[in-house]
């Protein structure tokens, strides 16, 4: 790959937003970050019209804007971007939306598979998203048989992710039981691979023919209730070295269910079988009690809220501040992507806390940020999420004048509590631009296709 460089107006480097940044940019990482604001020289050479912005001379070029580093999605259900604006038609719950859910995930084989996760994929891109976890357990046939290649489904979003310019970590789910030991039904039947040592081998099928530099292969349980107590230590087993994620607690029946099946909460079954640690992402973890929250952040797990999704499905609002205090670290995710902005769920995060306490200013602006910014890691993805020497060169540019940003003072405020996804005009991931100004149309056709393909399988 060759070298690049961009002027970058405003970035958000080192924790601060700075005036003026150079990086340049070789095979994909960044070699050089300068702030080149107040040098004489470099000034007079890239001010001389402010408006215009003028490319300086030579190969580098200017970037107006706030530029941040990419933006991690560390939760995603690809196909669940079929329901938007569906599941929310009538009332309910969790639990009935989980029905329609099912729904649409009965329809899909490899080819519309690969078509809805691309489209999804390009949204994200459009947004600023440069790395996505997808939480993958559409396994086999609506039947449950397998296909001819056992990991059919799983490298189709390999594939979708390539296409669309985004890194992927697959975190490869088991799913073993509808609940607390009893057998997988309906829809669940193309989600189980029977046991957890067949789950594990076929993982390591995944591994040897996805596992790339723009790809991880990770592991997750899909929550207490879906793999069994004494299966739980072989999904940690198998996945050791990998990131490892669940989802946790996010409804109350869970934790009921799991207290009369175990005596005890998830998080505490988590810890008992050894899955707790630095490589574990708890999904959600809204609904804790206070030895939760010491286990969690005694492990050093990270947690990823969903606050878009969580409110849409009616979870409730996770002790986000607590986990952070207590030693967790946070990331977001769009989860069933009724809503696809990192932007959003930032500010959510601290939002939604107000709702609860009816006080303010429970993050500041550059925690969220960090939200946004930090979850490459918990993906596997540990050199991005930085404008730093030796970082992957990711760069997300959003437009500091329109309806939404202007006069909010182009630094981290501007990105959390005012921007949203249609305001971002640039993004590079791995040197390589991905996503131009006015593209998002273009994928909003592409997103309308593949939806109608779906629905039309279910007519």
């Known amino acids: 790959m060759s070298g690049s460089s961009y002027l970058l107006e405003r970035a958000w480097v080192d924790g601060a937003v700075h005036d003026d940044v150079l990086v340049t940019i070789e095979d994909g990482r960044f070699t050089g970050v300068v702030l080149v604001g107040g040098e004489p020289r470099l000034s007079a050479e890239i001010s001389a019209d402010r408006r ?99 990991n059919a489904m799983g490298l189709a979003l390999v594939a979708a992710a390539r296409e669309a310019g985004v890194r992927l970590a697959l975190l490869d789910t088991c799913y073993l039981s509808s609940g607390f030991g009893a057998p997988v039904a309906g829809a669940q039947v193309r989600f189980s691979d029977g ?56 409804q109350v029946a869970e934790n009921d269910a799991c207290r009369a099946a175990h005596a005890m909460s998830p998080t505490e079954l988590l810890a008992e079988a050894g899955l ?60 069933s992507h009724a809503v696809v902005d990192l932007f959003e769920e930032m500010r959510a995060l601290e939002l939604d806390e107000r709702l609860a306490t009816r006080r303010r200013g429970h993050w500041t602006a550059a925690e969220l940020l960090a939200a946004g910014t930090g979850g490459h890691a918990s993906l596997g993805f540990e050199d991005a999420g930085a404008i730093a020497v030796g970082a992957r060169a990711d760069l997300v540019t959003l437009d500091t004048a329109t309806v939404r940003t202007a006069g909010t003072g182009a630094d981290e405020h501007t990105a959390v509590f ?32 593949a939806i109608a393909t779906v629905w039309k399988g279910m007519a």
């Open 195 to 250: 046991d957890a040592d067949a789950w594990a081998d076929r993982v390591r099928e995944l591994d040897a023919l996805a596992d790339r530099d723009d790809v991880r292969v990770g592991a997750a349980v899909h929550s207490v209730r879906a793999v069994p107590r004494e299966q739980l230590r072989t999904v940690g087993e198998a996945s050791a070295g990998r990131p490892l994620h669940v989802h946790l607690s996010e």
């Open 418 to 449: 005012a921007a949203n996804a249609e305001d971002v005009t640039q993004v590079l991931v791995d040197g390589r631009v991905v996503v131009r100004q006015g593209e998002r149309q273009q994928v909003g056709r592409e997103l309308d296709a």
């Open 52 to 150: 215009g912005f003028p490319r300086p001379a030579g190969e580098t070029r200017r970037v107006p804007g706030l530029t941040l580093p990419g933006l991690a999605n560390a939760h995603s259900h690809a196909f669940h971007r079929a329901l938007r604006g569906r599941t929310q038609r009538e009332r309910g719950t969790f639990w009935t939306w989980r029905e329609q859910m099912y729904a649409v995930a009965a329809t899909l084989d490899p080819d519309t598979y690969f078509a809805l996760a691309r489209a999804t994929y390009r949204e994200m891109a459009a947004a600023g998203i440069t790395t996505v976890g997808e939480f993958h357990y559409l396994h086999h046939g609506p039947d449950g048989a397998t296909y001819a290649d056992p």
């Open 276 to 335: 707790l640690g630095p490589c574990t992402t708890a999904v959600h973890a809204t609904h804790l009690t206070d030895r939760d929250v010491a286990l969690l952040g005694g492990a050093g797990t990270t947690a990823c809220f969903c606050p878009t999704t969580e409110r849409d499905l009616g979870d409730g609002i996770g002790p986000g501040r607590r986990l952070h205090d207590a030693g967790v670290r946070l990331t977001l995710g769009s989860d």
